[in-house]
């Protein structure tokens, strides 16, 4: 799977923050990850690509220095692994273009920005986290959805899958004959094989 040992991608967008159920509906429905941690990450409309990744690294090294990583604190990861990490989130926009222009205008009076994103560190140098998110990208080949570099690593679009001679698709030929499909006529496609085929089809 992934040669990265952290890799961050914004899963959800809020609006305003000072409205309890949107806050609430989007923490919800943002996918989970085993060992993710899930940040809160504020923006404004003149925000770049460049001032959310250091608004981010703000958070996290105060997150490191007071030890609020929870599962990613007990792995062995470097201020190097962290770099790489921040410098890759949303490395295929510009730095200098602007993360959301309809972000709500800063609230002088409570001192915050209502507009925020929740943004979430996957260590995908654990097997769990890394299992999780290859199902999650996995589901979303299947159902037709376009890749994109906020779903997973790059190198994600290397591994591999197994489909029957029906057609279906599953992780591996093991889960196949798990569910009572044979081996037989079936072959390996990579994730990028699947998203590229399922995408043909859709049209």
């Not at 609230?107 to 929740?118: H, R, S, V």
């Not at 998203?195 to 859709?202: G, R």
Request: charged fraction near 25%.
């Amino acid at each position: 799977m992934s040669k990265e040992k952290i890799f961050i991608r914004s899963v959800k967008r809020i609006q305003d923050v000072r409205n309890e159920q949107e806050v609430n509906y989007a923490n919800a429905v943002a996918p989970h990850i085993f060992g993710d941690l899930i940040l809160s990450v504020p923006v404004t409309a003149t925000d770049t690509v460049s001032d959310l990744r250091k608004t981010l690294e703000t958070m996290l090294t105060v997150r490191i220095d007071a030890k609020g990583l929870g599962f990613l604190g007990s792995l062995d990861l470097s201020s190097d692994d962290w770099r790489t990490a921040i410098d890759a989130f949303l490395s295929h926009l510009p730095a200098l273009a602007l993360v959301d222009s309809n972000a709500a205008p800063y609230d002088d009076e409570l001192g915050l920005c209502p507009t925020n994103f929740l943004i979430q560190i996957v260590p995908v140098c654990d097997e769990g986290a890394a299992l999780d998110l290859y199902m999650e990208v996995l589901g979303d080949a299947i159902n037709g959805e376009n890749w994109s570099p906020e779903l997973a690593p790059e190198s994600y679009l290397s591994d591999t899958c197994f489909m029957s001679a029906d057609g279906d698709i599953f992780s591996r030929e093991e889960a196949a004959e798990d569910e009572g499909v044979s081996r037989e006529g079936g072959k390996i496609l990579t994730l990028k094989e699947v998203f590229e085929s399922h995408q043909k089809n859709k049209i």
